[in-house]
C-alpha cells in the first residue's frame, strides 16, 4: 500500500505542503482565491524547531486505532484508506484522543477531516508530494506498518 | 461449520463480527439484539436531541452490515439464561440457540437507587438508549423546567443536548464536583464554571432524597420544582447472565486479556465486561465506546480460533460541552505536573518515569501523542519532557523512534 513518507533531513519547513493540502481539498480551481487571507485547515501539518523539521499526515496504520475508536462510526478503512464520513461526525475528537500520530484535526466546520491521499479530489495524488520543492515528502510502498 | 452467538447488538457486538469475520468468513453468526433497532451509536443520543444528527446518521454500520457479515439478528428479545455444558443460550421468547462460542456483550443499564416517591413522578427518564432519548424529546417544551440527577458524563450529556430546547436545567450530585469520575476538584470546579455560564445550575454536594409529583425534596432541605426528571445516577454491568451460570463476576464479568470469561467457551466484551486496565494494573470495567470495540474484536478473533490479546486497555475520554473539550486518559497515579497554557490546562501524573495519566481542559490539540506515552509505557527518560508539557509533538521523540514510526526504512 502506497502512502506519505517524509524525509526529515530534506524538509526545509516551508510550508507548502500545508498550502497545496488546503487547496487541494478546497474544492475551488482558483490557489489565490481558495486560500488568500484565510486560516488554512490542511490535514497535514509542520512539526519542528529551528534545526530539524518535518510533515505529520495520516500513516493510515495497519491496525488504525481511530476506526476502532469513533464513537459516530464515522472512520473506516476501505482499500487502505483511513476515510472519515464528515455526514456522520459529530466532532468528538475521540480521533484526536487516540491517534499516536497526531494526525488529525478538526476542519473549518468543526468537523473532523485527515489525509485521505487526494485519492478522491481533483489532484488524484497527493498534493504535498507533487508540491514539495525539495522531494522530501514522497508517496510510495514501503510495506505495512502499525 | 462454526456456531458463533453474541448476546447484545451494540459496539462490542459489531467489534466481535467484525473480529470473527476476519478468522472465518463462513462460521454461522447469530445475534440476540434486546434493542428493536439496528446498532446505532449510542453515544450520540445526546446530539440527537441537540440536532446535531439524525436517525440515519446514528447508524453506526451501514444498511448492509449484517448481510455483509452474514449475521442473522434476533431483534426484540432477549437470553435469559446460559446453560455451559450443553453450550446452549436459552431466550426470552423459549427458543434455545446452540453455541461453539458464545459472547456476551449485553452492556449495562441504568442504575436507579430506590428513591422515595418515584412511582408519583410522571415525566421521568433515563439516558442510555435510543428510544430513551425519543421519549425524553417528546416531553421536552420551551419552558419546561427540568431536573438531572446525576452530574456524571451521562448527566450533563443529556443537558447539553436539551439545553436549547426547555426552559431551564438544574443537575444534581451527591458529589461535591461535575464529572467526578474523571475530574480531580480544580479542574471540576473550572468546567463547572464553562456549564453555568452556559446557562445550567448546579445542587452539588446534595441530591434527590423524596420526590412528589413535581417536586425534589433534596437532602439539604431544599425542593426543586421540575416538569421532566432526568436519572443519571450511574450504571450497573449486566452480568446476570455470566454469574446464574456459575461464571465468575465481580463488577463487570471477569475476561483475561483473551476476553474469555471462567466458562468455556464464553468470553464478554464491553461494558459488562471486566477486563485488564493497564494504567492501575487490575481489571475494572472500561464503560467507554473505544474499549468496547476493541474488547469484541478480541473476542471474536479468539471466538474464530485466532490469537489477539488487548494488554493496553485503559479508561480515556473526550467529552465536550458546548465548545470547550476534555481529555483524560489513565490513572491519576504519582506526581501532578501542571502546565498552563493560553487557552487551557494540562496536568499530567507522572510516576516510576512513566506518564500515567492526564487532563486537559481546552487544550486538546494532538492528545492522542500523550495517550499513546500511557498505553505503550514509553520511559519518559526517552522523550524530551519539558517540551512534552508544553505541546504534543512528535519532536519529543528522538530522530531514531520518530524515524520508525514515520517508516523512513531508508
Ligand atoms: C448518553 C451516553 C453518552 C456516551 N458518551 C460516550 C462518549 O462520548 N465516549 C465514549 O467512549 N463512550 C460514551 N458512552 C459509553 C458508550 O456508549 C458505551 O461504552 C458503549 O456503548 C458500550 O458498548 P457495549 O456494546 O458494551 O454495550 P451497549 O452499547 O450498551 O449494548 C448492549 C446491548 O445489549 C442489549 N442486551 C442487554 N442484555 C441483553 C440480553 N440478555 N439479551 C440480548 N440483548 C441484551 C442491550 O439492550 C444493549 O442494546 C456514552 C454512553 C451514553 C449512554
Redesign the interface.
Known amino acids: 500500500m502506497k502512502?506519505v513518507?517524509?524525509?526529515?533531513k530534506w524538509c526545509l519547513g516551508c510550508h507548502l505542503c500545508e498550502y497545496n493540502c488546503a487547496f487541494a481539498n478546497s474544492g475551488m480551481k482558483d490557489m489565490v482565491l481558495a486560500l488568500k487571507n484565510k486560516k488554512i485547515f490542511p490535514r497535514i501539518h509542520v512539526?519542528?524547531?529551528e534545526k530539524?523539521t518535518?510533515a505529520?499526515s495520516c500513516?493510515h496504520c495497519t491496525d488504525p486505532?481511530c476506526v476502532?475508536?469513533c464513537?459516530?462510526?464515522a472512520i473506516s478503512k476501505i482499500d487502505g484508506v483511513v476515510k472519515i464520513d464528515k455526514?456522520?461526525c459529530?466532532?468528538?475528537?475521540?480521533?484526536?484522543?487516540?491517534?499516536?500520530?497526531?494526525a488529525l484535526?478538526p476542519g473549518e466546520d468543526g468537523v473532523m477531516q485527515k489525509c485521505e491521499l487526494c485519492l478522491e479530489n481533483a489532484c488524484g495524488k497527493p498534493a504535498c508530494v507533487t508540491g514539495c520543492p525539495n522531494h522530501a515528502i514522497v508517496y510510495e510502498e514501503?510495506?505495512e506498518?502499525v | 461449520m462454526k456456531q458463533y452467538v453474541i448476546l447484545g447488538n451494540g459496539t462490542a457486538a459489531?467489534?466481535c463480527v467484525e473480529g470473527i469475520r476476519s478468522i472465518d468468513p463462513k462460521g454461522k453468526i447469530t445475534i440476540v439484539s434486546e434493542e428493536k433497532h439496528a446498532v446505532y451509536?449510542r453515544?450520540?443520543i445526546s446530539?440527537y436531541l441537540e440536532g446535531?444528527?439524525d436517525l440515519e446518521?446514528?447508524?453506526?454500520?451501514g444498511d448492509s452490515f449484517y448481510d455483509d457479515n452474514a449475521c442473522h439478528v434476533l431483534y426484540g428479545t432477549k437470553a435469559v439464561s446460559i446453560d455451559p455444558k450443553k453450550k446452549q443460550v436459552a431466550l426470552k421468547d423459549r427458543s434455545v440457540l446452540d453455541y461453539d462460542a458464545l459472547c456476551v456483550a449485553t452492556g449495562s443499564r441504568p442504575f436507579v437507587p430506590p428513591f422515595e416517591g418515584l412511582e408519583t413522578v410522571e415525566n421521568k427518564f433515563s439516558f442510555m438508549k435510543l428510544d430513551d432519548a425519543l421519549d425524553l424529546e417528546k416531553a421536552l417544551t420551551k419552558d419546561a423546567r427540568v431536573l438531572i440527577v446525576g452530574a456524571g458524563l451521562i448527566g450533563l450529556k443529556c443537558a447539553e443536548g436539551i439545553r436549547d430546547r426547555v426552559g431551564e436545567i438544574t443537575v444534581c450530585d451527591l458529589a461535591d464536583r461535575v464529572l467526578s469520575s474523571i475530574l480531580d476538584a480544580d479542574c471540576a470546579k473550572l468546567v463547572q464554571k464553562h456549564l453555568e455560564a452556559n446557562g445550567l445550575h448546579f445542587l452539588l454536594g446534595d441530591t434527590a432524597v423524596r420526590f412528589e409529583k413535581n417536586k425534589a425534596v433534596m437532602k439539604s432541605g431544599k425542593t426543586v420544582a421540575f416538569d421532566i426528571l432526568v436519572l443519571a445516577v450511574g450504571v450497573r454491568a449486566n452480568t446476570e447472565l455470566v454469574k446464574d451460570a456459575g461464571g465468575n463476576v465481580n463488577r463487570g464479568i471477569v475476561v483475561t486479556e483473551t476476553m474469555q470469561t471462567s466458562l468455556p467457551c464464553v468470553f464478554a466484551a464491553g461494558d459488562c465486561a471486566e477486563g485488564f486496565d493497564s494504567s492501575i494494573g487490575a481489571n475494572r470495567v472500561l464503560a467507554i465506546?473505544?474499549n468496547a470495540?476493541?474488547q469484541g474484536?478480541t473476542a471474536g478473533v479468539n471466538m474464530a480460533g485466532g490469537n489477539e490479546r488487548l494488554t493496553n486497555a485503559i479508561p480515556?475520554?473526550?467529552?465536550?460541552f458546548f465548545g470547550y473539550?476534555i481529555?483524560t486518559?489513565g490513572a491519576y497515579d504519582g506526581e501532578m505536573i501542571e502546565e498552563k497554557t493560553g487557552s487551557g490546562v494540562k496536568r499530567f501524573f507522572v510516576s516510576d518515569k512513566l506518564l500515567k495519566g492526564y487532563i486537559l481542559l481546552g487544550e486538546?490539540?494532538?492528545?492522542?501523542?500523550y495517550?499513546?506515552l500511557i498505553r505503550?509505557k514509553t520511559p519518559l527518560d526517552t522523550i524530551d519532557f519539558d517540551l512534552m508539557k508544553k505541546v504534543?509533538?512528535?519532536?519529543i521523540y528522538s530522530?531514531k523512534d520518530?524515524?520508525k514510526?514515520?517508516?523512513?526504512?531508508?
Open positions: 502512502r513518507y517524509v524525509n526529515e512539526e519542528g524547531d530539524i518535518f505529520v500513516r486505532l476502532k475508536s464513537i459516530a462510526g455526514t456522520k459529530v466532532g468528538c475528537m475521540t480521533c484526536v484522543l487516540v491517534c499516536p500520530h497526531g484535526s514501503r510495506g506498518r | 459489531v467489534g451509536s453515544p450520540l446530539y446535531k444528527t446518521r446514528m447508524k453506526y454500520r465506546l473505544p470495540y476493541l474484536h480515556m475520554n473526550s467529552i465536550g473539550h481529555m486518559a486538546i490539540e494532538r492528545a492522542g501523542i495517550t499513546s505503550e504534543a509533538t512528535n519532536m530522530e520518530r524515524r514510526t514515520f517508516g523512513d526504512v531508508v
